[in-house]
């Protein structure tokens, strides 16, 4: 594969269906506390039972989208991933889980519970990856709600093949990401060099409630503003203080507006510094020692222009594959790579290099 010579590394790709696969790789004693759909309309918001408690879903189900005219059943095979990676010259996608399997990590209560599914998930993506080595590979999920089963889970999931941590940008509830219970945590992440990957999805994330009845408007503000919001706490809540090491991918946020945010978190810190007093570097200085941002540039018109603000090595390849706002196999890649206004340096760094350095692929 790769594109005149340079590798290419999807850092966003997503599989589907997790939650069905729970079942087959759940231990036995958790199978019948399994997440339940429960019935609903199609004019009401889903119901799923987790442990013992409903989730509300941030959706009606008739606004689900679909993507008929591409994605067939076929695509969503290890053997149809890769068949669509070749269109685009795409060496290989990282895969993370689908929004409902994060959301319900996020959602459970009972850390033995949440423990149990992080196993279930991490195992279905091991396999699933295993279906194509050198091609696929993946990054895992741990529970968040307790500090000694996530370590735990951490070390067995980077055993079993995973390059990063998949978490929703929202907080576990009761939680801020500055509270000390994340610390040990994070001190593991910088210690096996483990990046945290953000990935906003429905559940809990801004306009979730506000915006229920329309999709439309609780999607334009959860997926971005919610882990702009996230980042912030990072850069400025002290985290990246205490922890200098640990690493952070923004995925499905968009590259452009990052430049207006840091400036107008940089402003801040200058004016108010009385009010981050932890606070000893300039946001936009850990940002570019600490944090990558997933380009996605067949939906975000201004990319080519936060490339040369933000730099090439800030940037990696983010094509949210197969969701239904993504582009078609073989219209992936090629905004980037036929781009005359990214250097050929540049290029090669967000298609490949940033994300094979950052995961240590050894590609």
Request: aromatic residues 8%.
């Amino acid at each position: 594969m790769a594109i005149d010579g340079m590798k290419v590394i999807d850092l966003d790709s997503h599989l589907v269906g997790d939650l069905e696969s729970w079942g087959q790789t759940v231990e036995a004693k958790y199978k019948e506390f399994l997440p339940r759909k429960l019935p609903t309309k199609d004019n009401e918001r889903r119901k799923t039972l987790v442990g013992n408690q409903i989730m509300v879903g941030s959706e009606l189900g008739r606004q689900k989208a679909e993507k008929k005219e591409w994605v067939t059943e076929a695509d969503l095979t290890p053997q149809g991933r890769v068949r669509n990676m070749d269109l685009d010259g795409i060496d290989v996608a990282v895969l993370s889980p689908n929004s409902p399997a994060l959301d319900i990590l996020w959602f459970a209560d009972d850390p033995e519970l949440a423990a149990a599914y992080a196993r279930a998930q991490n195992n279905y993506m091991n396999w699933y990856a295993s279906q194509q080595q050198g091609r696929l590979m993946w990054a895992g999920v741990i529970p968040l709600q307790d500090t000694k089963e996530a370590i735990k889970e951490l070390h067995r999931s980077r055993e079993l093949g995973s390059k990063a941590l998949n978490v929703k940008a929202t907080p576990i509830p009761g939680k801020e990401w500055w509270d000390p219970h994340f610390d040990p945590i994070f001190d593991e992440l910088e210690k096996t060099k483990t990046p945290i990957i953000f990935h906003d999805t429905k559940t809990g994330s801004m306009g979730h409630e506000r915006f229920a009845n329309n999709f439309f408007f609780s999607h334009m503000v959860g997926r971005t503003i919610e882990s702009m919001v996230c980042l912030m706490i990072y850069l400025c809540g002290g985290i990246m203080e205490k922890h200098p090491d640990l690493k952070i991918i923004c995925l499905e946020t968009g590259a452009s507006q990052m430049p207006w945010w840091l400036s107008r978190m940089d402003e801040h810190w200058e004016k108010l510094p009385h009010l981050v007093p932890w606070q000893k570097r300039k946001p936009s200085d850990i940002f570019n020692e600490s944090v990558y941002v997933g380009c996605e540039p067949f939906e975000d018109g201004l990319f080519e222009w936060a490339v040369e603000y933000l730099g090439g090595d800030r940037l990696v390849l983010a094509t949210d594959s197969p969701h239904w706002d993504s582009s078609q196999p073989g219209l992936v890649t090629g905004p980037v790579a036929k781009s005359t206004k990214i250097s050929q340096e540049n290029k090669r760094k967000v298609l490949g290099e940033n994300a094979i350095n950052l995961l240590g692929l050894g590609l």
